[in-house]
């Protein structure tokens, strides 16, 4: 499993498009930011790079002039300090400060990434939710896209954490789709499910950043400025 994750990562998405070291402390947080938002990473529509980023938006792009390839929670500390908690092939499940997000989202051919901070309108739990994510920490990335197999990928993350205690999930998992608008698969989805030994999981209940980001349930707060 680990040479097979080690050849994934070499071609895969974030690794391809992204690089950084974290930092040690958290960034200040604006005002604007509160625990439990979400912050979505966006890309040009026309941003062309190798790997699950552009495998993402080919399948899940909406005509937009960006596509959001990435989703995470942001949590507020005690000091005013920002940090994310979300999951990547890079970190797994992780939690680590604003700057790693920004430094793993620097896009290497033109073009700059966009930091969306969006909110629940209902944001009462939202304390909750952070922790209830927190529970993951230390999971692998669910390069396989399932659900309930110790694994999660970044929207995953969000809808399994933000649950109340009645069971109601503000983001419900839809059927999934990878292939581009022809109706083909990218082939980085038949590469890498290949690997894996697992079928391309099409229509399988999932969710996605895009589709996320345009929840009724959410209302926009601001754009953060990438370091």
């Not at 930092?23 to 040009?44: H, L, M, N, R, Y």
Request: with cysteine.
């Amino acid at each position: 499993m680990k040479k097979l994750l080690s050849l994934l990562l070499s071609f895969a998405a974030l690794s391809a498009l992204l690089a950084g070291c974290k930092s040690v402390k958290p960034v200040p947080a604006a005002p604007q930011v509160e625990t439990g938002d979400i912050v979505f990473v966006g890309i040009p529509i026309h941003y062309q790079e190798e790997g699950m980023a552009s495998a993402i938006a080919e399948a899940t792009a909406d005509g937009d002039s960006l596509n959001y390839i990435h989703a995470a929670i942001l949590e507020v500390d005690s000091l005013g300090g920002i940090w994310v908690i979300d999951a990547t092939m890079k970190h797994g499940v992780d939690r680590h400060p604003l700057d790693t997000l920004f430094a793993d989202y620097t896009l290497h051919r033109g073009g700059k990434a966009t930091f969306d901070v969006m909110r629940l309108k209902d944001n009462s739990n939202a304390a909750t939710y952070v922790e209830q994510a927190k529970v993951f920490l230390g999971e692998e990335y669910d390069l396989y896209f399932q659900t309930f197999n110790g694994r999660h990928y970044c929207t995953e993350l969000i809808s399994d954490a933000y649950v109340d205690a009645d069971g109601y999930r503000p983001f419900e998992p839809e059927p999934m789709n990878f292939k581009k608008a022809d109706g083909t698969y990218p082939a980085y989805w038949v590469n890498l499910f290949e690997k894996l030994g697992e079928p391309i999981p099409q229509d399988e209940l999932g969710t996605n950043p895009q589709a996320m980001h345009a929840s009724p349930l959410l209302t926009h707060v601001l754009f953060l400025e990438g370091k």
